[in-house]
């Protein structure tokens, strides 16, 4: 069991190694990886931890590997961005603000929906989920400490409260996405409590039962923070 856990834990240290250094453009996508024989050497693992890494890695649609063809990158268009650890791998260090502006552009066409739904269908409990997260949000800004977490279980428990199987199977992704996207926004507004206000206004329109409503203010919520992004990549000439 020993030596099985360690070749586990080895695949898994390769596979977030390699990962990274494929999406952070390290390796040339016209030009095939290492070898089997030169990855045991360059990571310090066994052929069994390169062979476990690369069916990972080929199960996120980065790699493909096949006899007498080597180990590929494949197209970017074929990676499963959805996939956390891909997202993660591309916003770590200095995320590119066009990564942030797409996925801003992916929220406004879920979120406000789904808020809609919440407002619907959402149960007592998943209400009170999204008041818990915006009361956490409030204390954390008296108290001078860290909102993102309370931010980021706001949006999350707005997809549970959609009870909507296929929104709720977008928390992973969304709250890897967030971990970014909100620290970058909010800093640019530099308003928290006009951050907290619109957030309140989708929790009462979900509250109240005011799908439109909550459909309106979640729309608001998220094209302002894509309009930031825009203005910095005007700014900058990269639009």
Request: hydrophobic share 40%; aromatic share 6%; with cysteine.
């Amino acid at each position: 069991m020993a030596v099985l856990e360690r070749n586990n834990n080895l695949s898994q240290r390769m596979t977030q190694q390699l990962g990274r250094a494929i999406v952070c453009g390290e390796y040339s996508q016209n030009e095939s990886l290492p070898t089997e024989a030169e990855l045991c050497e360059q990571f310090g693992v066994s052929r069994t931890a390169v062979r476990e890494a690369v069916k990972m890695l080929s199960a996120k649609g980065l790699i493909s590997s096949r006899p007498r063809q080597g180990i590929r990158i494949m197209p970017e268009e074929d990676w499963n961005i959805f996939d956390s650890d891909l997202l993660r791998w591309s916003l770590e260090g200095n995320p590119s603000l066009k990564v942030l502006k797409e996925f801003l552009q992916m929220r406004i066409a879920i979120e406000p929906e789904a808020a809609a739904l919440a407002a619907r269908f959402a149960r007592p409990e998943r209400i009170q989920a999204i008041g818990d997260a915006l009361e956490r949000m409030r204390l954390a800004a008296e108290g001078d400490e860290d909102g993102l977490e309370p931010d980021i279980d706001f949006h999350i428990s707005i997809l549970y409260a959609s009870e909507n199987r296929f929104y709720i199977r977008m928390r992973d992704f969304t709250r890897t996405a967030l971990n970014v996207s909100i620290s970058h926004t909010n800093v640019i507004k530099g308003n928290p409590d006009g951050v907290i206000d619109d957030h309140a206004k989708v929790y009462q329109a979900i509250a109240s039962g005011n799908a439109e409503r909550a459909k309106n203010a979640m729309f608001l919520l998220i094209d302002e923070a894509l309009g930031f992004i825009e203005h910095e990549l005007d700014r900058i000439g990269e639009m």
